[in-house]
């Protein structure tokens, strides 16, 4: 009975250094929580200068902290870093903007962001159509490409091909299959730059028609619609944001009648109307919109010299584009008419 307690002692003591043993191998097996980098929120930092900071998009940063409202985060507040971050101050303006947009967040201003994307805060106002340089609002979406080092300008194509007119529920996949094109194809042919941007009623061209280039500066901000009349070109662009759903040649005034230039809004609208004027009389003009004193945009049965000056400064449409942008315009949509 005397070697009882000591072999008692050396089991006991040979199962706490198992234990122990197993314990720290569980603890180092432990890395991928204890490991993510942790950000401390300092005074006057937003999701957004956040993300930007260490190369991740916002929404990763508000999902791997469970973040229900982006506006509020307060100092001292330990956020987790997700996978794919970098512990570095340099920007990733394609992470944290990968649609072209940014969201303001608390103690964001434009000097800010027009610096984390490599513009000046002049180019990031006219982008977005901002007249104050002080006055922005957290939540307010902004345009962040088109700037000096973005591309400036996407394919697209007229309207004098086959047509489709998107539906309710339609997807571009849906429409490339339809009619046997890939999504980058449709994207290609109608100069979209987000697949996911579609509006019901947006005209894409499915067949034919002829490339060129549209310059994305002249875009307004996003959500806002924009009728845009490019006279050296005689083209007018119909914009979404930076979605285009209406490209096409137009006829707008000649040299003894020109065309307005400028920007104005659409005030008055017409499905039909009897024009009459120095030298002629034309019953059953269709689809008229007014955007200033006597100019408008209305349809033009009389003639198919589209791309050549024909008016008496109004703006001529092939009746059917403009049913499709009598349609689309609201009263209240600007027009921007320059060479």
């Known amino acids: 009975m005397a070697n009882a307690i000591p072999y008692a002692k050396s089991r006991y003591v040979r199962l706490l250094i198992l234990f122990l043993c197993a314990l720290f191998a569980f603890l180092c097996a432990m890395p991928a929580q204890a490991q993510s980098p942790v950000h401390v929120v300092q005074p006057g930092e937003s999701l957004s200068q956040i993300a930007v900071r260490y190369g991740i998009r916002m929404s990763d940063l508000v999902a791997a902290n469970g973040i229900d409202n982006t506006d509020y985060i307060y100092t001292g507040q330990q956020l987790v870093i997700p996978a794919g971050g970098s512990n570095t101050s340099r920007p990733n303006s394609a992470a944290s903007s990968s649609d072209g947009y940014v969201t303001v967040g608390r103690g964001d201003s434009l000097s800010l962001i027009a610096s984390l994307h490599g513009m000046s805060i002049n180019e990031l106002m006219s982008l977005n159509g901002l007249s104050d340089p002080n006055h922005v609002w957290i939540g307010q979406?902004?345009?962040?490409?088109?700037?000096?080092?973005?591309?400036?300008?996407y394919n697209a194509v007229a309207t004098d091909g086959s047509i489709h007119?998107?539906?309710?529920?339609?997807?571009?996949?849906?429409?490339?299959?339809?009619?046997?094109?890939s999504v980058q194809q449709l994207m290609g042919i109608n100069g979209l730059s987000n697949p996911n941007h579609l509006c019901v009623g947006q005209r894409l061209q499915v067949v034919g028609g002829s490339s060129t280039t549209v310059d994305m500066s002249y875009a307004p901000v996003?959500?806002?619609?924009?009728?845009e009349v490019n006279l050296a070109t005689q083209t007018l662009t119909a914009w979404y944001g930076d979605s285009v759903a209406l490209y096409t040649s137009i006829s707008s005034g000649t040299a003894g009648a020109p065309t307005v230039t400028g920007r104005y809004r659409i005030d008055r609208k017409y499905a039909?109307?009897?024009?009459?004027?120095?030298?002629?009389?034309?019953?059953?003009?269709?689809?008229?919109?007014?955007?200033?004193?006597?100019?408008?945009?209305?349809?033009?049965?009389?003639?198919?010299?589209?791309?050549?000056?024909?008016?008496h400064g109004c703006i001529h449409l092939r009746p059917s584009e403009a049913e499709y942008l009598y349609n689309w315009a609201d009263f209240g949509t600007e027009v921007y008419v320059h060479w």
């Open 272 to 311: 039909t109307q009897r024009m009459i004027g120095p030298g002629y009389d034309i019953p059953d003009v269709p689809w008229v919109m007014y955007f200033w004193d006597g100019y408008a945009f209305h349809g033009a049965y009389w003639h198919n010299n589209f791309g050549v000056p024909m008016s």
């Open 165 to 181: 007119v998107v539906q309710a529920g339609q997807t571009l996949s849906q429409i490339g299959r339809r009619y046997g094109l």
């Open 222 to 227: 996003a959500g806002s619609k924009r009728i």
């Open 141 to 153: 979406q902004l345009r962040v490409t088109g700037g000096s080092g973005a591309s400036s300008s």
